[in-house]
């Protein structure tokens, strides 16, 4: 159960571990998307926005200025507005943006609203560079070729000049925010200049901005994207799932914190009652609290939960209540019983037994202390059952209280060796002993005689 609950929480954080990763790959992207700089060159057009520029048209949209020139006749100019509109395809804000436009004739620039141009002349090889808003701009600050026309301000542009129109956050023109499926209105922003150009001969202006090229930043809505909806359900499915886990294992721990502290009142419990029948012979004493870790040590080998081996641990140390019936004169004899004192001393299975019969809150107590002594050949007693027709936790014991039983000093005999211990085991494999359990002991018999050994050992030492 803890290997599994263990395993289930190495899951989820590796599942957090996994969509952390696929996080910050989305948000590297988003990242990379919004920082690359797009652009939409004339004459191509595309499916994330277009450019439409072009006179306005309208009797109040274009007029005749003239223009003086030193040593030179006035020229008429005509004045036209053209207006710029740039339509938001995509589903995503266009977030900065702007747009140059090539001159491709003589002409005059007048006005643009409501951004400020980054205006470029080319002058005998050399570049001029200003930025103006000319809306409120004075003679003062012009570095550039220009004239002046009464109140009118007239930018000199060549073909090869050109301009960038840079546009006005506060004026909302931009973010061009991101086409939604099902508006009916267009995503677009309007710009407008006002350009003054020679009309050719046959009477019509040849001033156009066929050349221009729309600079642009895509800014990506991550609420309104499907993988970022499906990561913040994939968390938030994650974060559910870990607050249920937590919930449940706190839960546990605190169940498993009253089960321990249940468990240390019924192991002290039952090792008092368990140090009164043993105080009956010396030579015994622990032996209870022996055969039970013993017990509980087969049971983890064969592989039971843990709470089925401390169950099989409780059951063991009441094994030999029985004997408190046993006369001491009979349980405490140091030489060998005769035929009838054996059959008393058989009786405290039977005795145990009753004395536990109405201990039904640990099931299977009453089973050990009755069949701990039945033999796998079926020669043993009180009942002569043989095989797995004993109940395992009566073959358990059996093996572990022979352990004991040969691995402790007694009135009689001193304990016996390793070899013997084992070979006794493998002698009586499927005869006295169930032949699994064997197995399973034979490995741990070997590290706890050894165990024992030692402890023996430093004993004797400190008594000399």
């Known amino acids: 159960m803890k290997s599994k609950r263990r395993r289930n929480f190495i899951i989820l954080g590796a599942v957090f571990a996994a969509l952390l990763v696929v996080l910050l ?5 988003v990242y990379s998307y919004n920082r690359t700089q797009r652009n939409l060159i004339s004459p191509l057009g595309g499916d994330v926005c277009t450019l439409d520029i072009h006179p306005r048209g309208g009797e109040t949209d274009s007029w005749e200025k003239k223009v003086e020139n030193e040593g030179e006749p006035e020229i008429s100019y005509t004045g036209m507005i053209y207006e710029g509109k740039i339509t938001n395809y995509s589903s995503s804000d266009i977030a900065e943006w702007r747009l140059k436009l090539d001159i491709n004739m003589e002409c005059y620039l007048n006005n643009a609203w409501c951004g400020r141009l980054e205006i470029h002349q080319f002058r005998d090889k050399k570049e001029s560079v200003q930025t103006l808003d000319l809306r409120n701009c004075g003679d003062e600050k012009i570095t550039l070729d220009y004239k002046t026309e009464g109140p009118d301000l007239m930018i000199h542009m060549l073909p090869g000049d050109y301009v960038v129109y840079l546009p006005d956050e506060a004026s909302n023109e931009f973010p061009i925010a991101a086409h939604r499926k099902g508006d009916e209105e267009e995503s677009a922003v309007n710009i407008g200049l006002i ?3 020679l009309p050719s001969e046959d009477g019509q202006g040849a001033l156009s901005f066929n050349n221009f090229d729309l600079q642009y930043f895509l800014r990506k809505d991550m609420t309104q994207d499907i993988w970022f909806r499906v990561l913040a359900a994939a968390f938030l499915l994650w974060l559910l799932v870990a607050i249920n886990m937590t919930a449940v294992e706190l839960n546990m721990r605190k169940a498993r914190q009253r089960m321990q502290q249940d468990a240390k009142i019924i192991e002290q419990s039952l090792s008092v009652f368990t140090r009164f029948f043993d105080a009956k012979d010396p030579y015994t004493t622990g032996h209870s609290e022996r055969v039970a870790e013993y017990s509980r040590m087969i049971a983890e080998k064969m ?3 843990e709470e089925e081996c ?4 409780y059951i063991a140390m009441m094994h030999d209540c029985g004997k408190f019936f046993i006369p001491d004169e009979i349980l405490k004899k140091p030489g060998k019983l005769t035929d009838e004192e054996f059959e008393v001393i058989k009786t405290h299975t039977v005795r145990g037994a009753e004395l536990l019969d109405d201990f039904t809150s640990l099931e299977g107590i009453k089973e050990g202390a009755l069949y701990h002594h039945e033999r796998y050949d079926g020669k043993g007693y009180p009942s002569g059952k043989k095989g797995e027709e004993i109940p395992l936790i009566g073959r358990i014991i059996c093996v572990a209280d ?6 402790s000093r007694r009135c009689y005999r001193d304990k016996l060796t390793e070899e013997h211990i084992i070979s006794e085991f493998e002698r009586n494999r499927g005869k006295q002993f169930d032949p699994g359990i064997v197995d399973c002991f034979l490995e741990i018999a070997r590290e706890l005689i050894r165990g024992s050994e030692a402890v023996d050992y430093k004993e004797q030492k400190s008594t000399i």
């Open 25 to 29: 790959a989305y948000l590297v992207y």
């Open 195 to 197: 350009f003054y150009y």
């Open 303 to 305: 592989g039971f939960s």
């Open 310 to 313: 401390n169950r099989i641990y």
């Open 402 to 407: 022979a352990f004991d039983a040969m691995n």
